[in-house]
């Protein structure tokens, strides 16, 4: 992979990240593809000689496009009460690695995430850690997120209400 479409990936996850944080969810849907396929599978807390402490049965997430817009479409709404006050976000991106692709139509990324978040007038933050694998697509020259599997490293979440990672 060339030292360019490096920094186009890199730049194109922070850019989404950035959009994250500032609760742009109609323009962070821009960079998404119609057949996304957003997912965070539960980990489970297993001894190594029991295999994968992944499960592929249960998960925090199983989206897809028309979810995805459901749920930005109800935070604007009056019935989205646990986000009024709108909780504060930052998304850090790390570790970028282009696994495997092509530069012109698809690729697979693997990165780290943390996500840092702040509620109402609280001293309690909440932070949520892992990695992430996305297919990034091109389409009309723009890179898009066609595939993003979430693996948290905490099998038990202490963020209350997430809503995007």
């Not at 360019?4 to 990240?17: K, M, P, S, V």
């Not at 499960?55 to 604007?76: H, N, Q, V």
Request: glycine share 4%; proline share 2%.
């Amino acid at each position: 992979m060339s030292s360019d479409t490096q920094n186009e990936i890199t730049r194109f996850l922070y850019h989404e990240a950035f959009l994250l944080d500032r609760r742009l969810y109609k323009e962070w849907l821009a960079l998404l593809t119609d057949d996304i396929v957003y997912r965070m599978p539960q980990r489970s807390t297993r001894e190594r000689k029991d295999g994968s402490n992944m499960t592929d049965d249960t998960a925090f997430y199983e989206e897809d496009m028309k979810s995805l817009r459901l749920r930005i479409e109800r935070l604007g709404t009056k019935s989205a009460w646990v986000e009024d006050p709108p909780t504060r976000n930052r998304h850090f991106i790390s570790n970028i690695f282009i696994q495997a692709g092509s530069e012109d139509t698809e690729v697979h990324v693997r990165s780290n995430f943390l996500l840092l978040r702040s509620r109402s007038d609280s001293t309690v933050n909440y932070e949520m850690f892992g990695e992430r694998f996305d297919t990034l697509r091109k389409v009309n020259q723009e890179w898009k997120v066609c595939a993003r599997t979430i693996y948290p490293d905490q099998a038990v979440l202490g963020v209350l209400n997430l809503t995007f990672v």
